[in-house]
């Protein structure tokens, strides 16, 4: 195999933030503006802390957010929104509540005070409810229909046992049972702005964007609750968990592995150690897998941050007949990583990559917003992109491959292959101990 030469690295620990403007209003909502001046449109983020709601309810709130307030329907909404330029929309993850939207930067004032309405005035009109419920229920429907939702669901709770994240989609039965009253009195109890951070990235003056925000949403108010999880437990090894899928033709091989927060100070050795094993295209997994064995299409690997806890994830979705020798050559690759330094060579591809993916992140407007509101939510600023770019660009051979064996032995991974039994236990039983599961 030819090496390929790379240019030096230079060190990337220069990294320059757009300007910016952050307050804290009385209401206890963080709110922070970005200067962006690329095109003339403004992206809006807003987190709510919002973890410790019933999950069916959560779910559909966030979906008829926008069915209307007491002056307004969900048509009129939509239409004043299309006025400016914009639109808004909400989802959910297992902290938080997102709303995410954009408008032309001369309709900001108009984005915020249809947010405040529908934050301080919410309906939640019984047909409106009906309709994003019955549409919900067919998206969850569908879900369990596909293997890569199975598979999710059945990893996370074989890593969380009865933490709340182990659940992380409620079920159609569960959503059906969800009136509008309980969304309005959820929405009184939870929507509220103590915690919450609004991030505002575009062709704005950034002082005079927080003074709209302050003067939009003053009158959204209400003390917050304690939204912080309990701790994850430990991930527990042990057996791999085989959910029978009869007559599949794929199996989905699941796994998580530990990993650190992104304040650690070993987090950016991790990223790397992370790519050079499945992280991106070029990375020793994929190329085994996908170009050397054929086994799978797309294989891939990421790190996912919760509050209360951090996982490395490995997915592949592989044909029945290799289930066994995919695990096979994923615990070989995951024992290669963890014993053995990576190249400096290879380490460098991996370090210009998570660099330049770092770059490219927040080189458009909704790419910043999303990284600042993200990291808003962590209690991080901007300033942790060039803290982060730092340690990416002067973390050693020795560090990565001294937190490749802390994190990613084979002996740590939780293990959840999804498929066809009586074709792929065999195979699997003869690499390691099996338990069988349902779906």
């Known amino acids: 195999m030819?090496?390929?030469?790379?240019?030096?690295?230079?060190?990337?620990?220069?990294?320059?933030?757009?300007?910016?403007?952050?307050?804290?209003?009385?209401?206890?909502?963080?709110?922070?503006?970005?200067?962006?001046?690329?095109?003339?449109?403004?992206?809006?983020?807003?987190?709510?802390?919002?973890?410790?709601?019933?999950?069916?309810?959560?779910?559909?709130?966030?979906?008829?957010?926008?069915?209307?307030?007491?002056?307004m329907s969900s048509i009129d909404i939509a239409a004043e929104l299309q006025a400016v330029g914009g639109g808004l929309s909400a989802g959910l993850d297992p902290d938080r509540l997102l709303v995410t939207g954009n408008s032309l930067a001369s309709g900001l004032d108009r984005m915020l005070e249809i947010l405040a309405a529908v934050l301080t005035d919410p309906a939640y009109p019984n047909e409106e409810v009906a309709t994003e419920r019955e549409r919900l229920i067919d998206h969850?429907?569908?879900?369990?229909?596909?293997?890569?939702?199975?598979?999710?669901?059945?990893?996370?709770?074989?890593?969380?046992?009865?933490?709340?994240?182990?659940?992380?989609?409620?079920?159609?039965?569960?959503?059906?049972?969800?009136?509008?009253?309980?969304?309005?009195?959820?929405?009184?109890?939870?929507?509220?702005?103590?915690?919450?951070?609004?991030?505002?990235?575009?062709?704005?003056?950034?002082?005079?964007?927080?003074?709209?925000?302050?003067?939009?949403?003053?009158?959204?108010?209400?003390?917050?609750?304690?939204?912080?999880?309990?701790?994850?437990?430990?991930?527990?090894?042990?057996a791999l968990l085989l959910v029978d899928r009869p007559g599949a033709v794929q199996s989905s091989l699941r796994m998580a592995l530990p990993a650190l927060t992104r304040t650690d100070p070993q987090y950016a050795a991790l990223q790397l150690a992370n790519l050079v094993f499945g992280g991106y295209f070029s990375s020793r997994w994929v190329e085994n897998m996908r170009e050397d064995k054929g086994y799978t299409y797309g294989p891939h690997t990421s790190i996912e941050h919760f509050l209360a806890g951090s996982a490395l994830l490995v997915s592949a979705e592989v044909a029945t007949e290799v289930t066994g020798p995919s695990l096979l050559e994923t615990l070989y690759e995951l024992g290669r990583i963890a014993?053995?330094?990576?190249?400096?060579?290879?380490?460098?591809?991996?370090?210009?990559?998570?660099?330049?993916?770092?770059?490219?992140?927040?080189?458009?407007?909704?790419?910043?917003?999303?990284?600042?509101?993200?990291?808003?939510?962590?209690?991080?600023?901007?300033?942790?992109?060039?803290e982060h770019s730092a340690a990416l660009a002067t973390a050693t051979r020795d560090e990565v491959a001294e937190v490749a064996a802390r994190f990613l032995a084979p002996s740590?991974?939780?293990?959840?292959?999804?498929?066809?039994?009586?074709?792929?236990?065999?195979?699997?039983?003869?690499l390691t101990t099996i338990e069988r599961g349902t779906a």
Do not use: C
């Open 140 to 238: 969850l429907q569908v879900a369990q229909t596909q293997p890569a939702h199975l598979a999710r669901t059945a990893l996370l709770k074989r890593m969380y046992g009865k933490h709340p994240y182990a659940v992380q989609t409620p079920e159609p039965d569960q959503v059906r049972a969800v009136r509008p009253a309980q969304l309005r009195g959820l929405h009184a109890d939870r929507v509220r702005p103590d915690g919450a951070v609004l991030v505002l990235v575009g062709d704005i003056n950034v002082e005079k964007a927080i003074d709209a925000a302050e003067k939009a949403l003053g009158s959204w108010t209400g003390p917050g609750r304690d939204e912080t999880p309990p701790p994850v437990p430990p991930l527990e090894p042990g």
């Open 339 to 386: 014993s053995l330094p990576p190249g400096e060579d290879e380490l460098e591809q991996a370090r210009r990559y998570a660099l330049g993916t770092l770059r490219l992140g927040m080189s458009t407007q909704a790419g910043l917003a999303g990284l600042a509101s993200l990291y808003g939510s962590f209690g991080l600023r901007l300033d942790y992109l060039r």
């Open 2 to 71: 030819s090496h390929k030469t790379l240019p030096d690295l230079i060190p990337d620990a220069k990294l320059k933030l757009p300007r910016q403007a952050e307050r804290t209003l009385p209401s206890g909502l963080t709110v922070i503006a970005i200067r962006r001046a690329a095109v003339p449109l403004v992206e809006l983020r807003l987190r709510v802390p919002f973890n410790k709601t019933p999950l069916p309810r959560a779910t559909l709130l966030s979906q008829a957010l926008f069915t209307g307030t007491s002056t």
């Open 412 to 430: 740590q991974a939780v293990t959840v292959v999804l498929g066809d039994a009586d074709k792929v236990a065999a195979p699997l039983a003869a």
